[in-house]
C-alpha cells in the first residue's frame, strides 16, 4: 500500500509521517509540503517540496497512491486574515485535487482534514452526528464547502473521499501566541518545562481534547479502512476534560516541575475555549476511531 501525505511537514503531518514509516504493511510513503522540512529516514520515502496547487508537484506525490491525506491549509485566523490566500488553498488547490483523484483514480481512498469550525457557536450540548452544521469563520466555512464536495463525490461513486473533524489537538510546542487557543498547548509545555502559565479561563472550564499522537492514528486508520459507509463527515472521538484535571494529569506527569499555573478567566475565551458540550461520535466510534483513553494518557500522548 501507498499512501501520500499532503502537508508533510505540519504539526498532524509530520506526526503521521512518523507513524506511517512504523508501519510495515506500508509499502511505499510520499510526502509533500510547501516548505523545506524534515522527513523521516526510510527506504520507502519520498519526499517533496512543491505546492500542492501546482498540477506537477500534486501529481507526483499521488502517482500510484492508493490513499492520500490531505492535511494542507490555512488555519483559524489566518484564513480571515488573508482571503484570497485561504480561499486558493483551502477551496481551488483542495477541489483540484480531489478532482486529480476523481478522474484518474476513483478507487484511491482521500482523507480531507476538516475541523469542528464547521458547527455554529455556540454549540449544542450534545453535539452529534446530527447537529446542524453553520460556520461563523471564514475557515469553518471554506472547510464545509469541501466536505460537501467530497461527500458529493461519494455518494455518487465518483470518489471514495472521508472529511474528519478533529478536536483540540495538543500539544503544538511553540504555538502562534497570536492564536486565542495556544494557551492550551502553552499549558502542557509549560509544565513540562517548569514555566509558569496563567490561564485565561477557569479549573472548572471544559474543552475537547486529543493527543497529536491520537489525531496522527485517526487519521492513518481512514486511510486503511476498508469500508467506510454513507456518512463521510465526522468529528473524531476527544476527550472532554476541565482545565483543573489537565493540570492535575500535568503535575502527576511531571512532579518534579517548578511551574506555578494560574487561572485568571477571560469571558470571551471562556466562551471559545471553556464552554464545550457533551460529544457524541456514534459514526466515528463505529468504524473503530478513538480518544486518548483518559486525561493522564492525553498528557503522556501529547508531549512524549
Same mark, same amino acid.
Given at each position: 500500500m501507498k499512501i501520500a501525505v499532503i502537508g508533510a511537514g505540519g504539526f498532524v503531518g509530520a506526526r503521521v509521517a512518523a507513524r506511517l514509516v512504523e508501519d510495515p504493511a506500508i509499502e511505499a510513503i510520499a510526502l509533500l509540503d510547501q516548505a523545506p522540512f524534515a522527513a523521516p529516514r526510510d527506504r520507502r520515502v519520498t519526499s517533496r517540496v512543491g505546492d500542492f496547487a501546482d498540477p506537477a508537484a500534486r501529481d507526483a506525490a499521488l502517482d500510484g497512491a492508493d490513499a492520500v491525506i490531505l492535511l494542507a491549509a490555512i488555519l483559524g485566523g489566518a484564513a480571515e486574515t488573508h482571503y !484570497?490566500? $485561504? @480561499?486558493?488553498?483551502?477551496?481551488? !488547490? $483542495?477541489?483540484d485535487l480531489f478532482e486529480h483523484v476523481r478522474a484518474r483514480a476513483p478507487k484511491t481512498r482521500l482523507v480531507f482534514a476538516s475541523t469542528i469550525a464547521v458547527y455554529s457557536h455556540p454549540m449544542p450540548d450534545p453535539l452529534t452526528d446530527e447537529t446542524p452544521l453553520a460556520p461563523v469563520m471564514v475557515y469553518g466555512a471554506q472547510k464545509l464547502m469541501m466536505e460537501v464536495a467530497l461527500s458529493n463525490f461519494a455518494a455518487r461513486g465518483q470518489l471514495d473521499g472521508v472529511s474528519l473533524r478533529p478536536a483540540g489537538i495538543m500539544a503544538r510546542d511553540g504555538a502562534d501566541a497570536a492564536l486565542k487557543s495556544a494557551f492550551m498547548s502553552r499549558l502542557f509545555w509549560s509544565v513540562k518545562r517548569g514555566e509558569d502559565v496563567t490561564l485565561p479561563v477557569a479549573p472548572e472550564s471544559r474543552a475537547w481534547m486529543s493527543s497529536i499522537e491520537t489525531v496522527a492514528s485517526n487519521f492513518i486508520h481512514a486511510a486503511k479502512l476498508p469500508e467506510i459507509g454513507p456518512n463521510r463527515? #465526522?468529528? %473524531? =472521538? $476527544?476527550l472532554s476534560p476541565t482545565f483543573g484535571e489537565v493540570v492535575e494529569a500535568l503535575k502527576r506527569r511531571f512532579p518534579a516541575s517548578r511551574s506555578t499555573i494560574a487561572f485568571a478567566p477571560e469571558p470571551d475565551v471562556v466562551? %471559545? #475555549?471553556? !464552554?464545550? =458540550? @457533551? %460529544?457524541e461520535t456514534v459514526t466515528a466510534d463505529r468504524l473503530g476511531f478513538r480518544c486518548d483513553a483518559d486525561v493522564d494518557a492525553l498528557v503522556a500522548n501529547a508531549v512524549s
Open positions: !484570497a490566500l $485561504a @480561499r486558493r488553498v483551502n477551496v481551488d !488547490a $483542495a477541489l463527515a #465526522f468529528t %473524531l =472521538p $476527544a466562551a %471559545l #475555549f471553556g !464552554a464545550y =458540550p @457533551r %460529544l
